[in-house]
């Protein structure tokens, strides 16, 4: 069975310096995606960024960028110029990329702070 | 476009009693998700469909949940009878596959539910 794990509960980061959010999954399969969702106090859940396993290019979304090693099954989130806005949980989620099958499996969460 | 809505906000009822909760996903979205977001558990898929069927509810407690689309607008999600252990927010996404890919999810503002 497919797992995400999320090792930091917590994680402080000082407005405008970068931050990185680790997260690692198994699989045995070769073809997935990767997400990470931000979860702000209003409770909505926002995607943040996408990540296909079959490109070995890392995505970037402006502040947002992934670090992706496919052999290390590690998918971590880089926040760039922290803003106050980022405070937030973030979740790593996971999905088949198998047709038929669009079951995510999420993990638990890291707490974003960011002080000012 | 109004996003995904969900129905109620908040609900707060007495253990035994019928708790609905209710969705309605983006238009053209064939894709719908229900969600139980805990402390302990983290998110949780419970159930989804595709095209109004159920695709996979093996996260579904059968005993005292159930899962309904009626049509491609609407879905609920009934607990009958309500424990206090259900007490959650119950989140409730939507997407739509695009040439083989299924686009993001777009979550619902969630529904508090407090089991006493």
């Known amino acids: 069975a497919q797992t995400v794990t999320q090792s930091q509960p917590e994680m402080s980061v000082q407005e405008a310096e970068t931050v990185t959010l680790s997260c690692t999954y198994d699989?045995?399969?070769?073809?997935?995606?990767l997400f990470w969702y931000k979860q702000p106090p209003s409770r909505q859940m926002i995607l943040v960024i996408r990540?296909?396993?079959?490109?070995?290019q890392n995505a970037t979304e402006n502040r947002f960028s992934v670090n992706f090693q496919k052999a290390a099954k590690s998918f971590s989130l880089k926040i760039s110029d922290s803003q106050l806005g980022d405070a937030a949980m973030y979740f790593c989620?996971?999905?088949?990329?198998?047709?038929?099958?669009?079951?995510?499996?999420f993990g638990t969460g890291t707490r974003l702070k960011v002080l000012a | 476009d109004a996003g995904v809505i969900q129905s109620p906000r908040h609900e707060v009822t007495e253990m035994g009693q019928e708790v609905t909760l209710r969705c309605k996903p983006i238009?053209?979205?064939?894709?719908l998700f229900w969600y139980r977001q805990t402390m302990m558990q983290g998110l949780e898929l419970l159930v989804y469909?595709?095209?109004?069927?159920?695709?996979?509810d093996s996260g579904m407690p059968k005993d005292r949940f159930s899962a309904k689309m009626p049509n491609a607008s609407f879905s609920t999600l009934k607990i009958q009878p309500s424990e206090p252990r259900d007490s959650a927010v119950y989140f409730c996404?939507?997407?739509?596959?695009?040439?083989?890919?299924?686009?993001?999810?777009?979550f619902g503002p969630g529904t508090r539910l407090l089991v006493l």
């Open positions: 996404a939507s997407s739509f596959v695009a040439e083989g890919f299924q686009e993001t999810q777009y």
């Open positions: 699989t045995s399969e070769s073809d997935y995606y």
């Open positions: 990540q296909e396993a079959y490109k070995q």
């Open positions: 989620a996971y999905r088949r990329g198998s047709s038929g099958t669009y079951k995510y499996i």
């Open positions: 238009s053209g979205h064939d894709y």
């Open positions: 469909f595709n095209n109004k069927a159920v695709m996979d």
